[in-house]
T-cell receptor
Framework: QKEVEQNSGPLSVPEGAIASLNCTYSDRGSQSFFWYRQYSGKSPELIMFIYSNGDKEDGRFTAQLNKASQYVSLLIRDSQPSDSATYLCAVNSGGYQKVTFGIGTKLQVIP | NAGVMQNPRHLVRRRGQEARLRCSPMKGHSHVYWYRQLPEEGLKFMVYLQKENIIDESGMPKERFSAEFPKEGPSILRIQQVVRGDSAAYFC????????????FGPGTRLTVL
């Protein structure tokens, strides 16, 4: 079982819709959860992080964490074509341990 | 406040040569991470360093690859006797503290081995 799993996509949504990106992780002791956006040919850019169960909102982005189900998601409201990118889920298992990245979900927002 | 800086941005080497990649972390950050990304693949952790110390090198190939983060100057990822399979994007990230702290990425170095 992979440590951090994501569906590679592509996930296609129409402009203005809600995009829902999902991620599961295997280490029940994981403490920190991150979402990065990566445009083609560019480096990953941090867009959200969450440490506690529940929802965290920042503008059009909402991160959701459910530690019991070992599940973290990212919702993008009012999706725009500029949101088209690969979204990487990353999980840190505590202490100084490394962050493990999922393979990323490619999102396509159709005008 | 400058972000993470990497150089060179593009590096071309012939098989058997050495590649040296540099990373300067964000101001105030003392934790550096190196990742490799192959085309259409995810980020693969290579090594985690603090000043003058290698904390975790579990993702780094045992041969030909080495990394350092000296007391003064940038972190260096060195690949000796490069092979075509080393062609990839190499990203450096830094964080203020290790562990649960968020990491910020540099623009990457794209290595091409001819």
């Amino acid at each position: 079982q992979k440590e951090v799993e994501q569906n590679s996509g592509p996930l296609s949504v129409p402009e203005g819709a809600i995009a829902s990106l999902n991620c599961t992780y295997s280490d029940r002791g994981s403490q920190s959860f991150f979402w990065y956006r990566q445009y083609s040919g560019k480096s990953p850019e941090l867009i959200m992080f969450i440490y506690s169960n529940g929802d965290k909102e920042d503008g059009r982005f909402t991160a959701q964490l459910n530690k019991a189900s070992q599940y973290v998601s990212l919702l993008i409201r009012d999706s725009q074509p500029s949101d088209s990118a690969t979204y990487l889920c990353a999980v840190n298992s505590g202490g100084y341990q490394k962050v493990t990245f999922g393979i990323g979900t490619k999102l396509q927002v159709i005008p | 406040n400058a972000g993470v800086m990497q150089n060179p941005r593009h590096l071309v080497r012939r098989r058997g040569q050495e590649a040296r990649l540099r990373c300067s972390p964000m101001k105030g950050h003392s934790h550096v991470y190196w990742y490799r990304q192959l085309p259409e693949e995810g980020l693969k952790f290579m090594v985690y360093l603090q000043k003058e110390n290698i904390i975790d090198e579990s993702g780094m190939p045992k041969e030909r690859f080495s990394a350092e983060f000296p007391k003064e100057g940038p972190s260096i990822l060195r690949i000796q006797q490069v092979v075509r399979g080393d062609s990839a994007a190499y990203f450096c990230a830094s964080s203020l503290q290790g562990g649960r702290d968020e990491q910020f990425f540099g623009p990457g170095t794209r290595l091409t081995v001819l």
